[in-house]
């Protein structure tokens, strides 16, 4: 089993849909957790970062947790192209180095 | 807050030759991190600096491979004898604590001919 797995892509949405992104992540000591969005190319950046079960929103992003679960997603709403991108999760174990998911490549057609 | 920098951008070298990448963190971030990212994977974890101090190396960190950070500030990645499995993007992030966000630098890219 993966340490972080985010559900297999690629996916594809319309322009002001819903896009909706998971991760599993098998260390139950975790206890902060991240999401990044990646352009071809270019280097990860944050988007969203949740340390409590339960819901957290930021604009258009919406991150959830579940730590019973041991399941983190991300929604997107309002999709826009410029949202294309590679999302990556990922997950703090021991207060040091991040363990990443492989990414789950989005892509939103007009 | 002017960024993660990294230096150079793109490194091309030939098998077998040593190779030095540096990254200057965030002014405030006494964490560093080192990770590399090959096509179509997530960033996987090579080594990270508190301050000075070289708290965690991962077993991908074979002995070709060295990181410093002398005086807590910037931080140097050196690989000797490149092998073409070492072509990748090399990237730095850093962060203010242990379980703050980690931001990251642009990136080295390296390939080996």
């Known amino acids: 089993q993966k340490e972080v797995e985010q559900n297999s892509g690629p996916l594809s949405v319309p322009e002001g849909a819903i896009a909706s992104l998971n991760c599993t992540y098998s260390?139950?000591?975790?206890?902060?957790f991240f999401w990044y969005r990646q352009y071809s190319g270019k280097s990860p950046e944050l988007i969203m970062s949740i340390y409590s079960n339960g819901d957290k929103e930021d604009g258009r992003f919406t991150a959830q947790l579940n730590k019973a679960s041991q399941y983190v997603s991300l929604l997107i709403r309002d999709s826009q192209p410029s949202d294309s991108a590679t999302y990556l999760c990922a997950v703090n174990p021991s207060y040091g180095k991040l363990t990443f998911g492989q990414g789950t490549i989005l892509t939103v057609h007009p | 807050d002017t960024g993660v920098s990294q230096d150079p951008r793109h490194k091309i070298t030939k098998r077998g030759q040593n190779v030095t990448f540096r990254c200057d963190p965030i002014s405030e971030h006494n964490r560093l991190y080192w990770y590399r990212q090959t096509l179509g994977q997530g960033p996987e974890f090579l080594t990270y600096f508190q301050n000075e101090a070289q708290l965690e190396k991962s077993r991908l960190l074979s002995d070709r491979f060295s990181a410093e950070r002398p005086k807590g500030s910037f931080s140097t990645l050196e690989i000797q004898r490149t092998e073409q499995g070492d072509s990748a993007m090399y990237l730095c992030a850093s962060s203010s604590d242990g379980d703050q966000p980690q931001h990251f630098g642009d990136g080295t890219r390296l390939s080996i001919l």
């Open positions: 260390d139950r000591g975790s206890q902060s």
